[in-house]
């Protein structure tokens, strides 16, 4: 059970009382008619709102609900959208209906540690929380009965805040829980659902959130209530806790406290997936259950196997959650022991082949105790199979059992709606349903009949979109006088939409080299300062609040924008996260990717660009080895990595700027129309979209791994 607090809506007509369920479901989010319904009501209080309709409905002046009421274009349009929602909330008909048998429609549970889902809910650091947000989309897209668990990070909100000087601070804010799309999940007492985790000691419990993403929940666990200890209540705090003992914690309730909400809850479940090793404890979890039911430890460890999946996301063995066993074992100690596990036993799972020293691995864990795994892209698979080839060392690393489905972007969430509609303006005629069949590559190959001044002109739009972003959030924090002269440089007062731009906008992460294109400064500078063929860089991004190293190429980066020599043509945007990653990836000209192979497992942005006919200029690394066609954008970094391999990489970024991509930007024909250029963007929206869209991706779960589990064995695990 939960329910929305109705009081808080008192003041919403009954005519449209729709909006308020609307609100609550993100659905609204990647359907733009349905956002249209809360911005038409009154746009001042929209942008208030920063695009939380849950927000604005309780703070919207009541005479402008009552207009709309009175507005019969607005009533014909709601009675639309409210139809359509209800109609794609109860539909029997889905994708997953038709491939698989309906006795077989038990749930699949979805563990991960972040989520990125819209603005207003502040559940992710980067990459990997947009994967997942994406994923229950999707699912929710194609009627996959797929069920999410993650943390309520109530102080997820870190907002980037960088003095003059260009370092990183940040300003917290607290979540507002009324304000935000989230109710609470009551239990039989019509309180808040509380579950305790089971076993662990001192005892340990859980409140319990919902966010409805479409036809997927995904509860949200929070442990900041009155029933527990001081130490307990901040572990749901934020994400990715440096303290090693709280991230254990997380890590505890993450895996077993949310198996244990899903049992509270009564959802029958067959495969769990695990979204990276974060949540690896639930596997524990469902190995106790098998114990207790009376099947011995083979038995149990086999049950589990059967019906478990890891994705695995990393190449770096040192970003692996890792935990020292004079740490752990306090803890798990009536644990184990009530499943009659030895604690020598137990560290085995979670032993690094030869590095036992380092403590209890996550990830080894779940590659040991899952049935299936997979990583994230065809190289990453490679370099997956070669650093836990010790996990199987009977089998050739070619054999290794860790296999790839390559990520994808959920299309309605990151094709803006205006490219969209052109799109459908030229496909939709030969093909109406292309919006439901977007994996489908033949019929991608009609973007050709996109007339170029019609595809250019729209993407010079999008552009100065982001342009007017950019200055009207100067403009406003300057009149509010919070904004030093030299911020407003750094921060794209001078950005000219006429020039080729590029944009960089990620994480922080020190091998994704965010600083590399200026190895050679005054290459660089030739390039960009061009009168007549300029050049300009947008970067974006946060460094985590622990990572210093990620802070000083921040601030190297942010320097260089500050520095009249690059004459105003590098600008650092502020405060990147879901709603300004919108406005580079539809905007900018090229999306640049240089991070140090092998480490990018996959990489996402570039398919976010891709689709919205932005290029990419990127290493051969990640997704893009898959991607790169030879005609759909830039690639470089294939050699055997070179003695200075930065200097070469940035070497090659030159040449193909200077070579390629800038003559082909400013080649115009006399209708002022970069031809060449546009027959690029259509390569890479026909080549990129239907392979790397979350469809095809999801569709490659269900049918490799949660069709196999599904249905094994009727009822709970
Ligand atoms: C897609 C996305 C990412 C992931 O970017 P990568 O280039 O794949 O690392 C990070 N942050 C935000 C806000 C995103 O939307």
Redesign the pocket.
């Known amino acids: 059970m939960q329910e929305i607090d109705r009081e808080r809506f008192d003041h919403v007509p009954e005519r449209l009382s729709g909006l308020v369920d609307l609100s609550y479901n993100l659905w609204w989010s990647w359907h733009p008619a349905a956002k249209m319904l809360f911005k038409q009501l009154n746009r001042q209080a929209w942008k208030e709102s920063i695009h939380n309709p849950v927000r604005m409905l309780q703070h919207i002046p009541p005479e402008f609900l009552e207009a709309a009421c009175e507005d019969p274009e607005y009533l014909h349009r709601y009675d639309i959208i409210i139809d359509r929602f209800g109609r794609y909330m109860n539909s029997r008909g889905s994708w997953y209906g038709e491939e698989i048998h309906p006795d077989q429609h038990s749930s699949i549970a979805y563990f991960s540690a972040e989520y990125?889902l819209q603005h207003s809910l502040p559940f992710?650091?980067?990459?990997l929380?947009?994967?997942a947000g994406d994923q229950l989309k999707e699912c929710s897209d194609l009627g996959i009965p797929l069920v999410g668990v993650g943390f309520m990070y109530a102080q997820g909100y870190l907002d980037q805040d960088i003095s003059t000087d260009g370092w990183q601070g940040s300003i917290e804010e607290l979540l507002d829980r009324d304000a935000a799309p989230i109710t609470r999940v009551l239990g039989g007492d019509g309180g808040q659902l509380v579950v305790q985790v089971p076993l662990i000691d001192p005892p340990m419990y859980v409140a319990v959130w919902k966010v409805q993403v479409g036809r997927v929940p995904l509860y949200l666990l929070d442990t900041d209530i009155d029933s527990n200890r001081p130490e307990y209540r901040t572990i749901s705090h934020r994400l990715y806790i440096g303290d090693r003992e709280q991230r254990l914690r997380q890590e505890i309730v993450l895996g077993i406290g949310g198996w244990r909400v899903l049992r509270h809850l009564g959802i029958s479940v067959s495969a769990v997936h695990l979204n990276e090793g974060h949540p690896a404890f639930a596997l524990l979890e469902l190995i106790r259950e098998e114990r207790e039911a009376g099947k011995d430890m083979e038995e149990a460890m086999e049950a589990v196997r059967n019906r478990t999946v890891i994705t695995t996301h990393s190449s770096v063995p040192a970003a692996i959650d890792t935990f020292p066993a004079a740490l752990i074992e306090p803890y798990f100690k009536s644990y184990l022991h009530a499943m009659g596990m030895e604690n020598t036993d137990f560290f085995d799972l979670g032993e690094r082949p030869g590095h036992r020293d380092e403590g209890f691995n996550m990830t080894a864990f779940a590659l040991r105790t899952a049935g299936y795994h997979n990583a994230v892209s065809k190289k990453h698979g490679s370099v997956a199979r070669q650093m836990w080839r010790q996990l199987w060392p009977d089998i050739p690393e070619d054999f290794v059992p860790i296999d790839f489905i390559t990520n994808g972007?959920h299309l309605p969430t990151?094709l803006n709606p205006r490219m969209g509609g052109l799109y459908s303006r030229h496909i939709g005629g030969t093909c109406p349903y292309w919006k439901q069949e977007h994996d489908n590559p033949a019929i991608w190959e009609l973007i050709d009949e996109l007339p170029d001044q019609e595809l250019w002109e729209q993407h010079n739009w999008l552009k100065n979109k982001l342009f007017n972003r950019i200055k009207e959030r100067k403009r406003r924090k300057w009149a509010e006088g919070l904004d030093d002269p030299l911020n407003l440089v750094a921060e794209g007062l001078m950005l000219d939409p006429s020039a080729l731009t590029l944009g960089f906008?990620?994480?922080f992460s020190t091998y994704?080299r965010a600083d590399l294109i200026f190895q050679d400064q005054e290459r660089l500078k030739r390039i960009l300062i061009n009168p007549l063929m300029p050049v300009q860089i947008i970067f974006g991004?946060k460094a985590h609040p622990d990572d210093d190293e990620g802070k000083r190429i921040l601030q190297r980066i942010y320097r260089f924008a500050q520095d009249p020599a690059f004459g105003g043509r590098i600008a650092f945007l502020e405060d990147?996260?879901?709603q300004?990653?919108?406005y580079m990836?539809h905007g900018v000209d090229v999306w640049l990717?240089n991070p140090l192979p092998p480490w990018?497992a996959?990489?996402?942005?570039?398919m976010?660009a891709a689709l919205n006919g932005v290029l990419n200029l990127s290493i051969l690394d990640?997704w893009w080895i898959e991607g790169y066609n030879g005609r759909n954008g830039w690639a470089f970094g294939e050699q055997s990595p070179p003695v200075d391999r930065d200097a070469a990489d940035a070497a090659a970024i030159y040449d193909l700027l200077e070579r390629e991509i800038v003559p082909l930007y400013y080649r115009r024909s006399l209708d002022g129309i970069p031809h060449g250029w546009v027959a690029m963007m259509k390569e890479s929206i026909k080549s990129v979209t239907p392979a790397f869209c979350a469809r095809r991706m999801v569709k490659e779960y269900v049918h490799r791994y949660y069709r196999n589990v599904l249905g094994r064995e009727s009822g709970p695990l």
């Open positions: 990125g992710f650091a980067g990459g929380g947009f994967l972007v990151w906008a990620r994480r994704k991004g990147y996260g879901e300004s990653a919108q990836v990717n990018e996959c990489g996402t942005s570039g976010k990640g």
